[in-house]
């Protein structure tokens, strides 16, 4: 079992950044992030491999990086850039497997981190 602990979020104006951070309990090959909005559907962020392998969401791409600190088991999320329709419930996610795509089943998770965004 993996435990995953966020940390980071908040508020800010549109145009601006936040970090994020995420810890895992040990190893794990895969790990990511997730949001969800109110009344809409968990959508995947954006997501990195023991190898350094990434993945993002269109939405997301060129505005978001995702890195890991493989020494300590932690992935960062660097938000540019933000703007409203960014704002969600972040959750950290990880996963067992050779592939970490977005799209595939992400088996832990964290408690999540609000990132709100307003103009």
């Known amino acids: 079992q993996v435990q995953l602990v966020e940390s980071g979020g908040g508020s800010v104006q549109t145009g601006g950044s936040l970090s994020l951070s995420c810890v895992a309990s040990?190893?794990?090959?895969?790990m990511g992030w997730f949001r969800q909005s109110p009344g809409m559907q968990r959508e995947g962020v954006a997501s990195?491999?023991?190898?350094?392998?990434?993945y993002y969401s269109d939405s997301v791409k060129g505005r978001f990086t995702i890195s890991l600190d493989s020494a300590t088991n932690t992935i960062y999320l660097q938000m540019n850039s933000l703007k409203s329709e960014d704002t969600a419930m972040y959750y950290c996610?990880?996963?067992?497997?050779?592939?970490?795509?977005?799209?595939?089943?992400?088996?832990?998770w964290g408690q999540g981190t609000q990132v709100t965004v307003s103009s």
């Open positions: 990195i491999s023991a190898g350094g392998s990434t």
């Open positions: 040990g190893y794990i090959h895969c």
């Open positions: 996610a990880a996963r067992t497997g050779a592939a970490c795509r977005l799209a595939l089943e992400y088996y832990y």
